[in-house]
């Protein structure tokens, strides 16, 4: 079966640590986006990539990094700047273009020691 | 805010009844879609409805947009348990992004 599988399910992180999700997609996706979400909230866009080796800021880069080096693949890095890291994360991927919709993995949760 | 507003936040119906989730939003779109959450899991596409439709259905799943009014609803008929969830209401502006609003909230009694 094709889908996106993110790990660990669950996450913590030590003050000044930086820590990695890993999302892998088998839907042959060339985008890939990561998504944070707070409780009650709905979801905002972190990093987002339409092709390898190729990636865009979303609406809230800051302390966040990602690399696209294999299109099936798109971790992120939550870095010692992001001061509030704690949160759950989604990673989603889709088909190139405006009309086409995202398939998501079931999120890593994240939490600070 | 150019995300959309949904409306009720919450909702509570009794199994077998129907639902009905408003959402209005402010800015032209391209397209306008609906997803479904369940508690502690990844977003579950629903219905994506483009900017020149005006209803579409899925199974027990009716979604309308008029564009007139910036509004669309999703209506879930003969409600189950198992529909006990989060909704979305997600706006694309016609690039390859998604602007999600903050949900409402369903349970279904038994």
């Known amino acids: 079966d094709g889908g996106i599988t993110q790990s660990p399910k669950y996450l913590f992180r030590k003050e000044g640590q930086n820590v990695t999700l890993s999302c892998e997609q088998n839907l042959n996706h060339d985008a890939m986006y990561w998504y944070r979400q707070d409780p009650g909230q709905g979801l905002r866009l972190i990093y987002y990539s339409q092709i390898v080796n190729d990636f865009q800021k979303g609406d809230i880069a800051e302390g966040y990094s990602v690399s696209r080096e294999k299109k099936e693949s798109f971790p992120l890095t939550v870095t010692s700047a992001q001061k509030n890291p704690t949160a759950f994360y989604l990673c989603a991927s889709s088909i190139r273009g405006v009309n086409q919709p995202q398939h998501f993995g079931d999120g890593t949760r994240l939490s600070i020691l | 805010s150019q995300q959309g507003e949904e409306d009720p936040q919450a909702l509570s119906i009794q199994e077998g009844e129907n639902a009905t989730m408003n959402c209005s939003y402010k800015?032209?779109?391209?397209?306008l879609q609906w997803y479904r959450q369940n508690s502690g899991r990844g977003l579950v596409h629903l219905i994506l409805?483009?900017?020149?439709?005006r209803e579409k259905h899925s199974g027990r799943l009716r979604v309308t947009l008029d564009t007139s009014k910036k509004s669309s609803s999703l209506l879930i008929t003969a409600s189950r348990a198992a529909d006990t969830a989060s909704y979305f209401c997600v706006l694309n502006f016609g690039n390859e992004k998604l602007t999600f609003g903050t949900g409402t909230r369903l349970t279904i009694i038994p």
């Open positions: 800015t032209s779109i391209n397209n």
């Open positions: 409805i483009r900017s020149n439709e």
